[in-house]
């Protein structure tokens, strides 16, 4: 029974489109997370959400939109897709905000822009 | 601004021999270290956390060290073994910056049987 789950695993589209990318975690959590993984493999937080709260990285362009229908649910939208977004993405929960804990992650979401 | 550095991209040890992954971090706030291990195609699962009020945390055949003077931290794996080849990341967290996880590339570990 998976913890933290993506959709899809990968996704080819090309430059200027729009897409989303799923998550949900059926752990109860409060709190979740989307993080890029660049070419040279360093993982890096975008936003951060509960029901209250959301916390954008400085660095995120606003291309880059969060949504959450639920608590279990933060799915992440791109809009007009360039290059540069290639990258793995992960989604993460854990129980709280700003509360030191581990995360747990899902398997990821290889994008492809060409 | 890498503030969590792993300057071993890769690493090769016998089975049954230590593994020492090494990681070092700049923000002398970070109060609250991790360990996660990852496997190909596979999202990153918590392996190991320190607290910066201990300087060592142990778990079975994984044993976390931290030098706070140093800012450094290392994980230990004795014995390893074969299913340990990963890669590992190393991740600090301060409440000052509401415990946001900042996370160094990563070291590839592989155990030759």
């Known amino acids: 029974d998976t913890a933290v789950s993506q959709t899809p695993k990968y996704l080819v589209t090309q430059m200027g489109n729009d897409k989303s990318i799923k998550c949900e975690q059926n752990l109860g959590h409060d709190t979740m997370y989307w993080y890029k993984q660049d070419s040279k493999k360093f993982l890096k937080i975008m936003f951060s959400y509960n029901n209250k709260e959301l916390i954008i990285n400085e660095t995120v362009p606003n291309r880059f939109s969060p949504k959450s229908p639920d608590k279990a649910h933060l799915n992440l939208h791109i809009n007009s897709l360039e290059l540069g977004d290639s990258a793995v993405y992960f989604c993460?929960?854990?129980?709280?905000?700003?509360?030191?804990?581990?995360?747990?992650f899902g398997p990821g979401t290889r994008l492809t822009v060409l | 601004d890498q503030q969590v550095k792993q300057n071993s991209p890769s690493l090769s040890v016998q089975e049954g021999r230590i593994s020492i992954l090494n990681c070092d971090y700049t923000n002398s706030m970070f109060d609250y270290f991790l360990w996660y291990k990852k496997y190909p195609a596979e999202g990153p699962t918590f392996l190991i956390s320190?607290?910066?009020?201990?300087d060592k945390n142990e778990d079975g055949r994984f044993t976390v060290f931290l030098n706070k003077s140093a800012k450094h931290l290392s994980l230990h794996i004795v014995p390893s073994q074969p299913g340990d080849s990963a890669v590992y990341f190393c991740?600090?967290?301060?409440?000052?910056?509401?415990?946001?996880?900042?996370f160094g590339t990563g070291t590839s570990l592989t155990v030759i049987p």
């Open positions: 991740a600090a967290s301060a409440k000052t910056t509401g415990n946001q996880f900042y």
């Open positions: 993460a929960s854990s129980p709280q905000l700003g509360v030191a804990y581990e995360q747990f």
């Open positions: 320190i607290s910066s009020i201990k």
